[in-house]
């Protein structure tokens, strides 16, 4: 059954296949250029060519900056460490979560001198994530074999965002903090384009082992958007933050120059913390439901004149 179930797939995008060992296989990811690669995994996925020429959709544009739009800044902007000092430059210490210490490696890391509650980051993924919230009943083993397993993910070949190629591979560890709730801390994330916040959506029951990750998106009035993007939408109201107003300011402030940037912060008991910058929403490969939505976002994306090339 699985067979025919794969042949059916198969059958009805024959790409599929292409695509799947494209991203699987690293003797194959790493030797296809960066263009090649994007316009296999892309049709592999949406069954359809990817325009690079005159693209018009938002997952079209954002593969079109990963190859035409390289700047260094790039780099720091997206490494969980070096970030937080650029970040602080632009709106201040106070929204900057605390980092206990860094690392190269997990033996590196003396756990007598971190605090009972802790979070473990890796610096170049999306991902290398480990939550401490009593190191009595700390999984230490786990938690090394998942941060170890991280350190070596060569993040940019996954998707070719480029700037992660030259992050260099780090452990950071942040000060645990949780919302309003006591249990979870909500992402309150902001597309900008070109400076300007145009949506945002708010990802809650984020760790929470029975419930999957919810994805809410809200224009800049918190009106609630029919959009789903990879996660169901929640089935919770949600009250416009009395801290949204800060939010999609110190949002605007740092994606002045980029023609588009997804800025996330979390709002820990009123509170604006900084949580990263992120160039490439699901690194263009998941589409919105409904499809004019990648439109509408396509629209607000403005690509610039000029190519960039590294």
Known sequence: MKLISYLKKVIENPFKPFGTLAMNVPVINHNLSDRV????????????KLNLTTPKLYTEKLQWLKLYNRKDIYTKMVDKYEVKDYVAKIIGNKHILRTLGVWNSFEDIDFSTLPNQF????????????????????????????INTCLKNKFFYQGREWPYKN????IIAEEYVVDES?????????????????????????????????????????KHLPIKSGHPNSKVHFEKPKNFELMKQLAEQLAVDLPHARIDFYDVNGEIYFGEITFFHWSGFVSFEPQEWDYKFGEWLVLPKEKVIK
């Open 167 to 170: 992050v260099i591979p780090r």
């Open 37 to 48: 690669y994007l316009k296999v995994v892309y049709r592999s996925i949406f069954h359809r």
């Open 119 to 146: 979070v473990l980051k890796c610096t170049h993924d999306s991902g290398g994530l480990v939550i401490c919230k009593d190191k009595n009943d700390f999984n230490f083993i786990a938690a090394k074999q998942k």
């Open 182 to 222: 006591g249990v979870e801390l909500k992402d309150y994330k902001f597309f900008c384009f070109n400076g300007k916040a145009k949506v945002m959506f708010l990802a809650s029951d984020r760790g929470q082992s029975d419930e999957e990750t919810k994805f809410d998106f809200f224009d800049m009035n918190f």
